[in-house]
């Protein structure tokens, strides 16, 4: 299994164990993991900065426009 199809599995599955996920991940290339880590850590970092612009667009006052975060 490479990442691609490593991520085709567990976005179709509604809850991957992590025993499966850990077999996967086992039998994988490293050079695959590496992959899923970049795309996790990325990931992980864009959600974080999704949540903080959603929660200073929230604390706007009416017509204001939110120009730094």
């Known amino acids: 299994m490479n990442s691609a ?12 164990s992590r025993n499966m996920s850990a077999q996967h991940l086992y039998e994988m ?3 695959d993991v ?7 850590n990325d990931l992980i970092d864009d959600l974080a900065r999704h ?8 604390q706007l006052n ?4 939110l120009m730094n975060w």
């Open 29 to 31: 290339e490293d050079g």
């Open 34 to 40: 590496m992959i899923l880590t970049r795309l996790a």
């Open 5 to 16: 199809q490593f991520l085709k599995w567990y976005a179709k599955s509604s809850h991957a």
């Open 62 to 65: 009416e017509s204001e426009q």
């Open 51 to 58: 949540r903080k612009r959603k929660l200073c667009i929230g």
